[in-house]
């Protein structure tokens, strides 16, 4: 992943917000597309693409339907463009300083993406209904989910060579690893499962105990082995601690 000189906000649309404040003065067509950009990312975030409305992403931008089809040729395109940054940008970035250790930056990177699946779960919901109704939007994800996991397997194999496999295998690992992630996330944010939600408030009650759940998991995949002591910290609750300490136990 990137780092980044600040830290990441947790909503698109508040990242979205500062960037447009922080940059300097432009032409106003490029600050109207701004605008419009942003009610959509609010919209999409609140509402969902089927019942978000170009009447109602003019109301909140300020402008005229006519000026909007200015900029965007329909409701599909303008949803693209704001997701396509969404994927390519924003999720990618993060605060990361130097990690200790292999289990660190997996830790890092799984806090990361369980902090903005729950505050932006509007936006996942519309992107995993969209990827199985609409195939760009299908082969957006499929991009920017690969360029994601090629980059972990990259930086595992370069930083961390005690790693168990070669890097074309820790790419489908991570590949099945983040399918993995990705269905557990949807079910618990962006398509709320009740039984799944349950299930995670019974052994990992925070997001922090369920970035630490997951981890083990990641580094099992990785290393076929199980972390050290500081995947014992403090957030982890006892079920999930006896679990590691029996499994590390066992022949």
């Given at each position: 992943?990137?780092?980044?000189?600040?830290?990441?906000?947790?909503?698109?649309s508040?990242?979205?917000?500062?960037?447009?404040?922080?940059?300097?003065?432009?032409?106003?067509?490029?600050?109207?597309?701004d605008?419009?950009?942003?009610?959509?990312?609010?919209?999409?975030?609140?509402?969902?693409?089927?019942?978000?409305?170009?009447?109602?992403?003019?109301?909140?931008?300020?402008?005229?339907?006519?000026?909007?089809?200015?900029?965007?040729?329909?409701?599909?395109?303008?949803?693209?463009?704001?997701?396509?940054?969404?994927?390519?940008?924003f999720?990618?970035?993060?605060?990361?300083?130097?990690?200790?250790?292999?289990?660190?930056?997996?830790?890092?990177?799984?806090?990361?993406?369980?902090?903005?699946?729950?505050?932006?779960?509007?936006l996942?919901?519309?992107?995993?209904?969209?990827?199985?109704?609409?195939?760009?939007?299908?082969?957006?994800?499929?991009?920017a989910?690969?360029?994601?996991?090629?980059?972990?397997?990259?930086?595992?194999?370069?930083?961390?060579?005690?790693?168990?496999?070669?890097?074309t295998?820790i790419?489908?690992?991570?590949?099945?690893m983040?399918?993995?992630?990705?269905?557990?996330?949807?079910?618990?944010?962006?398509?709320?499962?009740?039984?799944?939600?349950?299930?995670?408030?019974?052994v990992?009650?925070?997001?922090e105990?369920?970035?630490?759940?997951?981890?083990?998991?990641?580094y099992?995949?990785?290393?076929?082995?199980?972390?050290?002591?500081?995947s014992?910290?403090?957030?982890?609750t006892?079920?999930?601690?006896?679990?590691?300490?029996?499994?590390?136990?066992?022949?």
């Amino acid at each position: 992943m990137t780092p980044a000189t600040t830290a990441t906000p947790a909503r698109f649309s508040d990242w979205i917000a500062n960037r447009q404040q922080q940059e300097p003065a432009r032409r106003k067509g490029e600050r109207t597309r701004d605008r419009i950009r942003l009610a959509t990312v609010e919209l999409l975030n609140e509402v969902g693409y089927r019942d978000m409305k170009v009447a109602d992403v003019c109301a909140r931008a300020g402008i005229t339907p006519p000026v909007l089809y200015l900029y965007f040729e329909n409701k599909q395109a303008l949803t693209a463009d704001v997701l396509q940054e969404f994927l390519d940008d924003f999720l990618t970035r993060g605060d990361h300083g130097e990690e200790r250790s292999a289990y660190a930056a997996i830790l890092d990177a799984n806090r990361h993406w369980i902090t903005l699946a729950r505050a932006n779960a509007g936006l996942m919901r519309c992107l995993l209904q969209l990827s199985e109704e609409v195939p760009e939007f299908a082969r957006l994800f499929a991009r920017a989910s690969d360029l994601w996991y090629r980059r972990i397997a990259h930086s595992v194999v370069r930083r961390f060579p005690s790693a168990a496999s070669d890097e074309t295998t820790i790419h489908l690992i991570a590949h099945a690893m983040g399918g993995m992630i990705d269905e557990l996330t949807r079910k618990l944010f962006a398509e709320p499962d009740p039984h799944v939600r349950k299930l995670a408030s019974s052994v990992a009650r925070t997001d922090e105990q369920l970035a630490h759940f997951v981890s083990v998991l990641w580094y099992r995949a990785l290393y076929a082995r199980d972390p050290g002591p500081e995947s014992d910290a403090a957030a982890l609750t006892p079920r999930l601690t006896t679990a590691i300490a029996r499994s590390r136990r066992s022949p």
